[in-house]
């Protein structure tokens, strides 16, 4: 295996993948292509195999030598698992957006793996190595895929304090990206007959394209004054989406889609101190009457669900493919469920609570993949509770305006059957 993986490295030779223009901060948006590009399906190619390289490279220098050097080796592990998924999701892919989502995701898994590798930088050169070359790869896919690069350091290990001015404008104006690219999607699918359905699609193209510039536009030097000022094109398309979706019948998905928008728009209303009128949403993070907020509640909820979900699945895993991964995944993401749910019931400042949910929406992507790769589509009891445990999670996703997409859980009814169930 060592053997092959130093072929690889010599035949694609230092610089084959490096030197890679960072996509995202300063980089011009422009709208994209209709289907995937067909070189993504190589490029996700090596990026299993270099992250099967890694978890070599830590099996054989980190694992034993340092605290959590085994989390490494699993993170890394799950990585290669993801870009497995990541590959085979994409073939034959017509959907950008549905492959656009797909990425986050494993972005997502990456630079928290990559943050704690940073911290160990010089302790294993070969490690070292091998990070920089899916660093740049995953450069090279944020290029291809057009999706923009995540806030500098926002999923990294940090447990300081909640990023506040622009930088916070940055994770905020990420989200809104995300939001605008999903409700364009959503226009383009369900409004493909619909006669207003042209000039809806148009304008949210337009939003994506505006929002894209607005994100590029930031840099935590900039004074403040600066990310509000250039604002503008981004609200006036905005309102004129908003009057069209608020005076015209439109489905529930795109409606549901304007909402999702709407919220992170509101919380940059609020970060940037704009005075224009903001959007109407249907949950906002501090309501304007005052009382409690509903993300004391959400959280409560999801804390709850984790913990049932931990009991109910416990009994079974040991004839469940992959299934001590899965509880241990499940217990993971019930310690992240339980800390989020202290800070929710003593803040209610957007950012910090975004931040402190950073650890719920890790945890949760990696739990929704492993599920996803086990179940199969399968449906049963404990696929239902981890439906729900999702819907909570995308709640609060979207009243936070994280970054990203939730993930989804990809059930459908086939019986009594449930992958928990060990099969004989």
Same mark, same amino acid.
């Given at each position: 295996?060592?053997? =092959?993986?130093?072929?690889?490295? =010599?035949?694609?030779?230092? +610089?084959?993948?490096?030197?890679?223009?960072?996509?995202? %901060?300063?980089?011009?948006?422009?709208?994209?292509?209709?289907?995937?590009?067909?070189?993504?399906?190589?490029?996700? #190619?090596?990026?299993?195999?270099?992250?099967?390289? %890694?978890?070599?490279?830590?099996?054989?220098?980190?694992?034993?030598?340092?605290?959590?050097?085994?989390? !490494?080796? /699993?993170?890394?592990?799950?990585?290669?698992q993801?870009a497995?998924?990541? /590959?085979? @999701?994409?073939?034959?892919?017509?959907?950008l $957006?549905? *492959?656009?989502?797909?990425?986050?995701?494993i972005?997502?898994?990456?630079?928290?793996?990559?943050g704690?590798?940073?911290?160990?930088?010089?302790?294993? &050169?070969?490690?070292?190595?091998?990070?920089?070359?899916?660093?740049?790869?995953?450069?090279?896919?944020?290029?291809? %895929?057009?999706?923009?690069?995540?806030?500098?350091?926002?999923?990294?290990?940090?447990t300081?304090?909640?990023?506040?001015?622009?930088?916070?404008?940055?994770?905020?104006?990420?989200?809104?990206?995300?939001?605008?690219?999903?409700? *364009?999607?959503?226009?383009? *699918?369900?409004?493909?007959?619909d006669?207003?359905?042209?000039?809806?699609?148009?304008?949210?193209?337009?939003?994506?394209?505006?929002?894209?510039?607005?994100?590029?536009s930031?840099n935590?030097?900039?004074?403040?004054?600066?990310?509000?000022?250039?604002?503008?094109?981004?609200?006036?398309?905005?309102?004129r989406?908003?009057? $069209?979706?608020?005076?015209?019948p439109?489905? @529930?998905?795109?409606?549901? =889609?304007?909402?999702? $928008? *709407?919220?992170?728009?509101?919380?940059?209303?609020?970060?940037? +101190?704009?005075?224009?009128?903001q959007?109407?949403?249907t949950?906002?993070?501090?309501?304007?009457?005052?009382?409690?907020? &509903?993300v004391?509640? !959400?959280?409560?909820? !999801?804390?709850?669900?984790?913990?049932?979900?931990?009991?109910?699945?416990s009994?079974?895993v040991?004839?469940?493919?992959?299934? +001590?991964?899965?509880?241990?995944?499940?217990?993971?993401?019930?310690g992240? #469920?339980?800390?989020?749910?202290?800070?929710?019931?003593?803040?209610?400042?957007?950012?910090?609570?975004?931040?402190? $949910?950073?650890?719920?929406?890790?945890c949760?992507?990696?739990?929704?993949?492993?599920?996803?790769?086990?179940?199969?589509?399968?449906? +049963?009891?404990?696929?239902?509770?981890?439906?729900r445990?999702?819907?909570?999670?995308?709640?609060?996703?979207?009243?936070?305006?994280?970054?990203?997409?939730?993930?989804?859980?990809?059930?459908?009814?086939?019986? &009594?059957?449930?992958?928990?169930?060990?099969? /004989?």
């Open positions: 295996m060592r053997q =092959a993986r130093l072929r690889r490295l =010599a035949i694609l030779g230092i +610089g084959g993948i490096l030197g890679m223009a960072q996509a995202g %901060l300063g980089q011009p948006y422009n709208p994209a292509p209709a289907g995937v590009p067909p070189e993504v399906d190589q490029m996700a #190619t090596r990026l299993s195999e270099y992250a099967e390289d %890694l978890g070599e490279e830590i099996s054989e220098d980190l694992a034993r030598q340092v605290p959590g050097g085994g989390e !490494l080796l /699993r993170e890394a592990q799950e990585l290669q993801t497995d998924d990541f /590959r085979n @999701a994409v073939r034959d892919q017509k959907d $957006f549905r *492959a656009q989502q797909i990425y986050t995701g972005d997502i898994a990456w630079h928290r793996l990559k704690q590798l940073d911290q160990l930088a010089g302790r294993a &050169p070969d490690v070292d190595r091998i990070a920089r070359r899916i660093d740049s790869l995953d450069a090279q896919l944020h290029q291809v %895929l057009r999706v923009n690069t995540l806030p500098p350091n926002y999923y990294g290990t940090g300081g304090p909640a990023p506040t001015g622009t930088t916070e404008t940055q994770r905020l104006a990420y989200a809104l990206v995300n939001r605008a690219q999903a409700l *364009a999607a959503t226009v383009r *699918a369900e409004m493909g007959g006669p207003n359905g042209p000039v809806l699609m148009q304008e949210t193209d337009r939003l994506v394209q505006a929002a894209g510039q607005y994100y590029n930031l935590p030097n900039l004074p403040p004054n600066a990310a509000s000022g250039s604002f503008g094109p981004v609200d006036a398309i905005a309102d989406v908003e009057r $069209f979706v608020t005076s015209n439109l489905s @529930a998905r795109v409606q549901n =889609a304007w909402q999702a $928008f *709407a919220s992170v728009e509101v919380l940059i209303h609020q970060n940037l +101190g704009l005075a224009a009128p959007p109407n949403v949950i906002m993070i501090q309501p304007p009457q005052g009382g409690q907020s &509903p004391l509640a !959400l959280a409560a909820q !999801l804390d709850r669900q984790a913990d049932e979900f931990v009991d109910a699945i009994p079974t040991g004839g469940v493919p992959e299934g +001590g991964l899965i509880l241990n995944d499940a217990q993971r993401l019930q992240a #469920t339980d800390g989020f749910r202290k800070v929710a019931a003593s803040a209610n400042d957007p950012g910090q609570l975004a931040y402190a $949910f950073r650890e719920v929406d890790v949760w992507q990696r739990l929704a993949r492993r599920i996803n790769r086990v179940a199969q589509g399968q449906m +049963g009891p404990h696929i239902a509770m981890a439906l445990i999702g819907q909570t999670c995308e709640q609060i996703h979207r009243v936070l305006g994280m970054p990203g997409y939730p993930p989804v859980i990809m059930g459908a009814p086939t019986g &009594p059957g449930d992958f928990f169930i060990p099969r /004989r």
